[in-house]
């Protein structure tokens, strides 16, 4: 019987996340792994595994479909769900940042343009510094809108810079860090507390070793 069924983020995370899943005992099989299966239950049957889009692992575990996820901090902050995040399991770290040409805030008359993915976190950033901005929101190449014109800077992850430095550009300022976090639905939370506290002492005992390591 299925105890739990747990969201996992699609991407540069997945891998370090399953990992990290099996190692605190929950294993897929190498079948199920080459698999194109969206929905897959680990060995033991005790936990199925979703693997989707990472902005669609907070509607799956805020609406209920998932009673956890693995996820990037800078994905929750963009969404705003209502979620317990009881965990940060040390993966996928980076920083969320704004990055210019100049390596410096550029001046700009009227309203600075600022190209990003993540409109909500770039919003209260600017917001917080009382500077007026036109945000314009992309789905990917962020680093193109600065380098282009289309934008003065831009608000992005940032794990090496590599991708920054290629194209001309350069952090001006870390907005803050970011890593993968459990979450957990708060009813699942509740009702089913003992099968959640279980995950949550595995993943803790393998995130204090891979942070001693």
């Known amino acids: 019987m299925t105890e739990l069924t747990i969201a996992v983020a699609k991407g540069r995370m997945q891998d370090e996340a399953l990992r990290l899943l099996a190692r ?11 698999s194109r299966r969206l929905a897959i239950e680990d060995e033991s049957g005790a936990h199925r595994l979703i693997f989707v889009k990472p902005s669609d692992v907070p509607v799956y575990v805020e609406h209920g479909i998932a009673d956890c996820g693995i996820v990037g901090r800078d994905v929750l902050l963009e969404s705003g769900a209502d979620l ?5 399991l040390r993966i996928g770290y ?19 343009r600022v190209a990003t993915k993540y409109p909500r976190i770039t919003a209260a950033h600017f917001g917080a510094r009382g500077v007026p901005v036109e945000i314009i929101q992309l789905s990917g190449s962020v680093e193109l809108a ?25 952090v001006v300022e870390v907005i803050t860090e970011s890593s993968a976090r459990l979450v957990v639905n708060r009813a699942s939370y509740q009702l089913k507390a003992a099968a959640v506290s279980r995950l949550m002492g595995s993943l803790r005992v393998e995130t204090e070793v891979e942070g001693a390591a």
């Open 84 to 88: 317990l995040q009881p965990l940060d």
């Open 94 to 112: 980076c920083r969320i940042a704004v990055a210019s040409g100049a390596g410096e805030f550029p001046k700009a008359t009227g309203a600075l």
């Open 146 to 170: 600065a380098a282009l014109g289309l934008a003065h800077c831009i608000v992005d992850l940032v794990e090496t810079g590599r991708t920054l430095s290629e194209n001309g550009l350069k």
């Open 24 to 34: 605190a005992g929950i294993r897929l099989s190498q079948a199920a792994l080459r």
